[in-house]
């Protein structure tokens, strides 16, 4: 088998892997994990191709795409996060403020016209 049929079973065998063996979603790093995986498992394949070695520049890109997709999806858990936090303080603040409208209005029913 040469380089160039070995790589796309080796990608469709990670592929189907990394696929079958989630039973739960997949968090943002996860995902980018897989996908920076298999970008730079292709991309080094093409790469590598151009030397003479697919599947070496497979098995060193996948790592590596694995590595920054990993990262970026970490990054993007971490802002999600924040945005969350964000949020809660947001609807926090509304009911609070709901809160201090019905307050008021109570407190002008309560007084004395003047």
Do not use: W, Y
Request: charged share 20%; net charge neutral; glycine share 16%.
């Amino acid at each position: 088998m040469s380089n160039s049929q070995v790589l796309p079973i080796f990608l469709v065998a990670v592929l189907l892997t990394g696929s079958v063996g989630c039973s739960a979603p997949l968090s943002k790093r996860e995902q980018g994990g897989l996908i920076g995986g298999g970008i730079g498992a292709g991309t080094g394949a093409i790469i590598g191709s151009t030397v003479g070695h697919a599947a070496v520049g497979a098995l060193i890109g996948g790592p590596v795409g694995l590595i920054a997709g990993a990262l970026i999806g970490d990054q993007l858990m971490s802002q999600d996060s924040r945005q969350d936090a964000q949020q809660r303080q947001i609807d926090q603040n509304q009911a609070e403020l709901e809160r201090l409208r019905q307050e008021n209005e109570r407190l002008r029913r309560r007084s004395p016209e003047r």
